[in-house]
């Protein structure tokens, strides 16, 4: 799912961001021509990223990078929340949002579909298995293309409740 480059970086920056309470979720050069860095972060206390924390995030890694010279050229780093809607970029995060409504899109489609919407159910050695209205589908992990956390009204009303 990600380059060499994309991995080296989130592997760099790994440390720095656990010693902050933090992690990458995901790593990504938007744009090869003006090197956008995209580094998507979550608590690792599950509380919400805050501005300050992607301020903090920014700064410690910007200087990581600059130090170990990634770059031959000038880049853009934008650091910013996984968000509600985040990313399931490795396997062990379909694991640790088990029972979430998830959307994926596959690179091949299995039982005639590429995409699929509904609930997470966890994993089943590598593959991902969801419960869809048809019973359970299970999904080898390499065949994701992307995948995330969906916004649902029952998620909503929690967080609405938080406060």
């Given at each position: 799912m990600s380059s060499k480059l994309e991995s080296k970086i989130k592997e760099l920056i790994s440390d720095t961001l656990e010693s902050m309470g933090l992690e990458s979720v995901r790593v990504?050069?938007?744009s090869?021509?003006?090197k956008i860095v995209e580094i998507l972060i979550a608590r690792l206390d599950n509380d919400n990223v805050s501005?300050?924390?992607?301020q903090q995030a920014n700064i410690e890694?910007?200087?990581l990078l600059d130090v170990e010279d990634i770059f031959d050229c000038e880049y853009m780093l934008e650091v910013s929340s996984a968000g509600i809607e985040r990313p399931l970029v490795e396997l062990k995060d379909f694991t640790r949002f088990a029972n979430n409504?998830?959307?994926?899109?596959?690179?091949?489609?299995?039982?005639?579909?590429?995409k699929y919407q509904a609930i997470l159910t966890g994993?089943?050695?590598d593959d991902v298995v969801l419960a869809t209205e048809n019973g359970p589908v299970n999904l080898p992990f390499s065949n994701i293309k992307?995948?995330?956390i969906v916004l649902t009204n029952d998620?909503?009303?929690k967080i609405l409740n938080k406060k």
């Open positions: 990504r050069i938007i090869a021509k003006n501005v300050g924390d992607c890694i910007s200087a409504m998830v959307a994926v899109k596959l690179e091949q489609p299995i039982n005639d579909q590429k994993t089943d050695g992307s995948a995330n998620m909503f009303r």
